[in-house]
């Protein structure tokens, strides 16, 4: 899809209504602008609240993705109360002779 759109008094664009509509773009979207090979480019972006950032940095994410495969591969444990889960983070449970000691993450 292109069309041409008129430059007015400084620099302002319009978006054509097709174009926004494609992309999701409304009022007070935000867009990456830059200049490749004597292109502008213009990329429709998401904001994320600083509070949320961590979840979204590399190293979560392989964490959550790794998450994730022992949950389907059923690698999970349940427990009845607070306290036995507690006590098997403090080590203070029977340990499961069949389960695997996993590697302390750097």
């Known amino acids: 899809m292109e069309e041409l759109i008129e430059v007015r008094k ?8 097709s174009m926004r509509k494609m992309l999701a773009i ?3 979207s935000i867009v990456m ?3 490749v090979d004597q292109n502008i480019i213009l990329v429709p972006q998401e904001t994320i609240d600083r ?8 190293r979560w994410q392989k964490l959550e993705a790794e998450a994730e ?7 999970t444990k349940t427990f009845e109360s607070v306290e036995d889960l507690f ?14 000691i996993q590697k302390k993450r750097p």
């Open 10 to 17: 400084k620099g302002q664009v319009t978006l054509p209504l």
């Open 26 to 28: 409304t009022e007070g």
């Open 33 to 35: 602008a830059k200049v």
């Open 51 to 58: 509070d949320q950032a961590w979840f979204w940095k590399e």
């Open 69 to 75: 495969k022992d949950i389907s591969a059923g690698r």
């Open 87 to 100: 006590r098997e983070i403090e080590g203070t449970a029977q340990a499961d002779p069949d389960r695997a």
